[in-house]
C-alpha cells in the first residue's frame, strides 16, 4: 500500500466523520495525518520499525496503529465500519464547489437523497432554495458544480492513472509468456483525462497472459475473460482492457489501440487510395499481408515517417507527415532546470537547500524558487522583508553549490485589479518574477483579460504562471481572452508557463498550440512543493508534445548563460 493509498483512506475518514458533526479535533487529526503522508519521501510500506511513525508530524500512536493494521492485513476494521454509515456516501458532494460537509449533511438529512444525480435534479427543480438558508444563487452554483463533477466522474487524470497502468504493465511483464507489451489509448496518448486504460500484449500463449492479468493484486472485479481481450475493474476504481495478439499483428494492434479514432480514419484512408486495407491485424495487400509487426511499418505502408503518439489526435499531423514536416517534439532529456519551485519558506515542504540537490541528482542546472507573496492567504507568504532575507540565504548557498544555480524569483499575486502583491523596488531585486492569479475567480472575461494584461505589461514581470487556471476534475478556467493574453505576452515579450501539475497542466494542449504558432515562448515549471513533484515534469513535457512544442519553443531547454536574456533584468 502506497503513502497515497493511505492518504486516500484517511481523508475519506477525516470526511465521514466530518459529515456526522464529529469532535472538530479528530477530523483535523485525521487531515493532519494526510498532510503528512503526502508530503513524505520515503514510502511508509519500507519502514521498518514503524513506531518511529509517532515522531512524525500529525501522525500520533492511534494513527500509527491504523496504518499498521492496514499495512499487514489490506484493510482497516474501523474504516469498514466507517463506510457504512448512512453519511458515508455523502462524501461524493463534498467535490461540489462550495459545498461543505455541513451543507451535505443538511442535504441529506432534509432531502434524503446521497448521490449527485439526485442532488442535480434537486436542484433543477428548484428545491434547494429556501431550504435551511440556501438561496437561488447557491443553487445555481450547485447546480453548475453538480455538471462538472459529472462531466469529470467518468474520466481521471492523467497522472493519477499513469503511474497506476504502468504499474500493472510491470507486474504482467513478469509472465514470461509476454512478448511484447505497451499502453494503448488516450493513456499513450497523453491526454490529460482517461476514460480506461488499454492495454496491449503480444504472445504465443494468450491464455497464460490472460490469467495473470485477472490475477494481479491490483484487481478488484474480472468483467470478461477470454484469449484475446480480458477486462478488469481495479481496486482504484478504473477499468483496464487486456488486448492479446499474435507476435506478427503487434505493430498494427499497436497503431489500431492507441488511437484516436479520428487519427485511425485518416490512415486507412490513405491506405485505401494506395489499395491497401489497413486494421488491427495488419496492412494487407488483398489477402497477403504486407506489414504490420512494427507500427513503422504501418507507417510506411502508407508512405509516412512515425508519427509520436501524443499528436495522433487528427489536428493536422497527418498532412504535416506526409510533406515531412513533422515537429522534432521536446522530450525530458531536452529539460535544464524548473523555473516554478516552492519551499518550506512558504507553502512548500522541503528546504531551499534540499529542493535545489534533488534538482541537481536529476541533471538540471538550476532551479528558480517562487514562493508565494502574501496576499494569496496562506499562512506563510513572503513579505518584502522576507523576499530580501529569501535572496541573502539563495546567495550564500549559491556559493556552496558547484555546477548548479538558484535563481531567486517570486509568484506574485495578480490582485484583483491588475496591480501586483509587492513594490516594484522588491521585484527588482530578483532574478525572475512570475505572476498569477489566486484569487477573485468570477471576474467576467473582460475583468480577467484585462486583470492580467496589466500585470504581464508590468516592466517587471517574467512569466505568467498557469494562464487559465483550471483544475482538471475540480474547477473550470476562469473566464479569460486567451488569445489576447497570448497577443499581449508577444508584443512584450513575455513567457508562458505550462504548469506540469498533475491538475493544472495549464497552459492545455491546445493553447500550447496556439502560443507557438505567435512565437510566444513557454516554460514547462512543476511548480513542485515538495522533491517528489518534480516528477512531474513528464506530464508537462507530454502536454508540450500534445501541443507540438519543440526544444526551441522551450525557454528551460536552454541553459543558464542563454535562459538570462529572458528575463527583464
Ligand atoms: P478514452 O478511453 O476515452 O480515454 O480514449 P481512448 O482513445 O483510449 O478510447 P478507447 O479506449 O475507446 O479506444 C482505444 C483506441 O481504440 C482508440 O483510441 C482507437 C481505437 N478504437 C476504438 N474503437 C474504434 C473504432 O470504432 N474505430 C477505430 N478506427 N478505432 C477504434
Ligand atoms: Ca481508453
Not at 92 to 106: N, R
Request: positive net charge; aromatic residues 6%.
Amino acid at each position: 500500500m502506497t503513502n497515497q493509498e493511505l492518504a486516500q483512506i484517511f481523508s475519506h475518514i477525516a470526511e465521514i466523520l466530518d459529515i456526522q458533526g464529529e469532535n472538530p479535533f479528530k477530523v483535523r487529526a485525521y487531515k493532519k495525518a494526510v498532510q503528512t503522508l503526502e508530503n513524505l519521501t520515503t514510502q511508509i510500506s519500507t519502514v521498518k520499525n514503524l513506531e518511529k511513525l509517532g515522531k512524525l508530524p500529525g501522525i500520533g500512536e492511534a494513527i500509527t496503529k491504523k496504518i499498521k493494521e492496514l499495512l499487514e492485513t489490506g484493510k482497516l476494521k474501523y474504516y469498514e465500519e466507517l463506510k457504512k454509515s448512512e453519511y458515508a456516501p455523502l462524501t461524493e458532494f463534498l467535490k461540489i464547489p462550495g459545498v461543505g460537509p455541513k451543507h451535505a449533511k443538511l442535504i441529506y438529512d432534509k432531502l434524503k437523497i446521497n448521490n449527485v444525480i439526485d442532488l442535480e435534479k434537486k436542484a433543477t427543480q428548484g428545491k434547494l432554495r429556501g431550504l435551511f438558508g440556501l438561496g437561488e444563487k447557491t443553487e445555481e452554483n450547485i447546480l453548475k458544480g453538480v455538471t462538472q463533477v459529472r462531466k469529470y466522474k467518468e474520466r481521471f487524470p492523467l497522472a493519477f492513472i499513469h503511474p497506476k497502468a504502468q504499474a500493472l504493465v510491470n507486474e504482467l511483464k513478469k509472465n514470461k509468456d509476454v512478448e511484447k507489451i505497451t499502453l494503448a489509448g488516450s493513456l499513450r496518448r497523453m491526454k490529460e483525462t482517461i476514460a480506461d486504460v488499454d492495454i496491449l500484449v503480444s504472445s504465443k500463449n494468450p491464455e497464460s497472459v490472460s490469467d495473470s492479468f485477472v490475477k494481479l493484486p491490483q484487481v478488484s472485479s474480472v468483467i470478461a475473460k477470454g484469449s484475446t481481450k480480458t477486462s478488469i475493474v481495479t481496486k482504484d476504481g478504473f477499468q483496464s482492457d487486456l488486448r492479446i495478439v499474435k507476435p506478427e499483428e503487434f505493430g498494427a494492434a499497436q497503431h489500431y489501440f492507441t488511437g484516436s479514432k479520428a487519427h485511425n480514419i485518416r490512415i486507412r484512408s490513405l491506405g485505401v487510395q494506395k489499395g491497401l486495407k489497413i486494421n488491427e491485424y495488419g496492412v494487407f495487400k488483398g489477402k497477403k499481408r504486407i506489414a504490420g509487426k512494427t507500427e513503422t511499418e504501418v507507417f510506411k505502408s502508407v508512405a509516412l515517417p512515425y508519427i509520436s503518439p501524443e499528436l495522433r489526435e487528427d489536428w493536422g499531423e497527418v498532412e504535416m507527415a506526409l510533406q515531412k514536416k513533422l515537429p522534432h517534439l521536446v522530450e525530458l532529456k531536452d529539460i535544464k532546470g524548473d523555473l516554478h519551485v516552492h519551499t518550506d519558506w512558504s507553502d512548500g515542504q522541503n528546504s531551499i537547500e534540499k529542493m535545489a540537490e534533488e534538482a541537481k541528482k536529476r541533471g538540471y542546472q538550476y532551479i528558480a524558487i517562487c514562493d508565494h507573496s502574501t496576499a494569496v492567504g496562506i499562512t506563510k507568504g513572503l513579505d518584502p522583508k522576507r523576499v530580501e532575507k529569501q535572496i541573502e540565504v539563495v546567495k550564500k548557498l549559491n556559493k556552496k553549490l558547484k555546477n548548479f544555480k538558484i535563481l531567486s524569483g517570486i509568484e506574485v499575486d495578480i490582485r484583483a485589479d491588475g496591480k501586483l502583491d509587492l513594490p516594484a523596488n522588491v521585484l527588482k531585486e530578483l532574478d525572475l518574477v512570475v505572476v498569477a492569479v489566486h484569487t477573485k475567480f468570477s471576474q467576467s472575461e473582460a475583468e480577467m483579460t484585462k486583470r492580467i494584461i496589466k500585470a504581464i505589461e508590468s516592466p517587471l514581470v517574467d512569466i505568467l504562471a498557469h494562464p487559465t487556471g483550471r483544475l482538471i476534475g475540480k474547477r473550470e478556467p476562469y473566464q479569460v481572452n486567451i488569445d489576447k493574453i497570448i497577443d499581449c505576452c508577444k508584443a512584450n515579450d513575455k513567457i508562458l508557463e505550462l504548469n506540469a501539475y498533475p491538475e493544472r497542466l495549464d497552459l492545455n494542449d491546445i493553447n500550447c498550440r496556439k502560443a507557438k504558432e505567435k512565437r510566444v515562448k513557454i516554460t514547462i515549471s512543476t511548480d513542485a512543493h515538495n522533491i517528489n513533484h518534480y516528477f512531474w515534469m513528464n506530464f508537462g513535457i507530454a502536454t508540450a508534445k500534445r501541443g507540438w512544442l519543440e526544444p526551441n519553443d522551450v525557454i528551460n531547454t536552454l541553459p543558464l548563460n542563454k535562459l538570462k536574456k529572458f528575463f527583464k533584468r
